[in-house]
């Protein structure tokens, strides 16, 4: 029979990596087209950077659960303040 999102197939895989997702606004509270977002894995310093579409959206997906990741967006000389994904923020998204 096909696997059904819940089977214990896709349980396991999910476990074990996580996604993290958000939108990029100025300080007027629009989305930033353009921005630079950058993720960084904290144990191996590898960065994968994201640039912004008009409607501001980032995602990161194939995160492990068990390395913190820092998170900052750049934008025409601007810098978000960094933001951490803690191993323990059991949230999958």
């Known amino acids: 029979p096909p696997l059904f999102k819940g ?18 606004r100025d300080a007027s509270d629009a989305a930033v ?3 630079v977002v950058q993720l960084k894995d904290t144990r191996t310093l590898r960065i994968r950077s994201y640039i ?7 995602f990161f997906h194939g ?5 913190d990741y820092e998170l900052k967006a ?7 303040d960094k933001k951490t994904l803690s191993v323990y ?3 999958q998204n």
């Open 7 to 24: 089977d214990k197939k896709d349980k396991d895989k999910d476990e074990s990596t996580r996604s993290v997702s958000g939108t990029v």
């Open 74 to 80: 750049d934008f025409k000389g601007n810098s978000s």
């Open 63 to 67: 995160l492990s659960t068990s390395v």
């Open 33 to 35: 087209e353009g921005a």
């Open 89 to 91: 923020d059991s949230r």
């Open 52 to 58: 912004t579409k008009a409607d501001g959206n980032y």
